[in-house]
């Protein structure tokens, strides 16, 4: 019998798809701001699950909070 190593790779990160009402309760912000933030390339982008329904990567999402704080607000 011979074995044969087998290279494992990682998991991808495990990240969550939010819709906007999560968006507003994490981002501290109205569904307004955030398209309009988006539009100006200042938010993460969502992205689109089906022809319907728009989703935003929660890390992405987090990763704008942190960077507000670290920025001290509004720029």
Same mark, same amino acid.
């Given at each position: 019998?011979?074995?044969?190593?087998?290279?494992?790779? /990682?998991?991808?990160?495990?990240?969550?798809?939010? =819709?906007? /009402?999560?968006?507003?309760?994490? %981002?501290?912000?109205?569904? #307004?701001?955030?398209?309009?933030?988006?539009?100006?390339?200042?938010?993460? #982008?969502?992205?689109?699950?089906?022809?319907?329904? #728009? %989703?935003? /990567?929660? #890390? %992405?999402?987090?990763?704008?909070v942190?960077?507000?704080? =670290?920025?001290g607000? %509004?720029?």
């Amino acid at each position: 019998m011979t074995f044969q190593l087998v290279k494992l790779t /990682p998991p991808p990160p495990r990240d969550r798809l939010l =819709r906007i /009402p999560d968006v507003e309760r994490i %981002a501290g912000i109205k569904k #307004s701001t955030v398209y309009g933030l988006m539009r100006e390339g200042k938010f993460p #982008s969502c992205v689109r699950v089906t022809r319907r329904l #728009s %989703a935003w /990567p929660e #890390s %992405a999402v987090l990763n704008w909070v942190q960077q507000r704080i =670290r920025e001290g607000g %509004a720029q």
